[in-house]
């Protein structure tokens, strides 16, 4: 398992975060999230399937009383033109009404995902909706969709690892890296 073949990070260039970092930064996070909500039972809602280290990372630095829940839109990358729809593929198990209900995304990219979501779930009356991203592009692409908590801004570049995939693969990978064109495959 020492042949430099085998290992996932082949082909990468140096972390654009590392471990330690999206650690620092996921704790800061928490910390700011309870600032503003005390010690309320949060409902913490995974959007499938990026998100699933982060929601792992943070859920654990926030403590006190939450929940977990996890929803699944339709994915609509890899089109060469978005239709700009996001239909759920998997629905929350819970019921939202009267909710502090906290997104949890791994990356904001274009934002369509993230204002369909929150179009579909204000219709259920929760009692706060907000959002936090590990990563966003969004002073990259000048989007002004407003994300309650963003850990990192990064630059307008295809990412992987830290539950970020291409094609599926990466995903696992502990550490944040650029995938470049000339990579992709
Ligand atoms: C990624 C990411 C966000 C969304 C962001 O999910 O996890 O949910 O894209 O892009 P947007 O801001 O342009 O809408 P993806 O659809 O690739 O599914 P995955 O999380 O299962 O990889």
């Not at 020492?2 to 975060?17: A, E």
């Not at 859920?59 to 006190?64: D, H, I, P, T, V």
């Not at 204000?122 to 969004?138: D, E, I, T, Y």
């Amino acid at each position: 398992m020492t042949d430099s073949k085998m290992s996932p990070t082949r082909g990468l260039d140096d972390p654009l975060l590392t471990s330690a970092q999206i650690i620092q930064r996921t704790e800061e996070l928490a910390r700011e999230v309870r600032r503003d909500f005390g010690e309320t039972d949060l409902l913490l809602v995974g959007i499938l399937k990026g998100s699933l280290y982060f929601l792992a990372d943070f859920s654990r630095a926030l403590g006190g009383e939450v929940e977990i829940d996890f929803i699944q839109v339709s994915s609509y990358h890899g089109e060469k033109s978005s239709s700009g729809v996001v239909q759920i593929r998997k629905d929350l198990d819970s019921n939202i009404e009267g909710r502090d209900v906290l997104l949890v995304e791994d990356i904001v990219d274009t934002g369509t995902t993230l204002s369909h979501l929150r179009e579909l779930l204000q219709v259920r009356k929760p009692r706060s909706l907000s959002v936090v991203s590990l990563l966003s592009k969004r002073v990259a692409k000048g989007n002004l969709f407003d994300v309650e908590y963003v850990g990192f801004e990064i630059p307008d570049e295809f990412v992987v690892g830290y539950g970020l995939d291409y094609g599926e693969r990466y995903r696992n990978l502990p550490e944040v890296f650029i995938l470049r064109d000339e990579k992709l495959q």
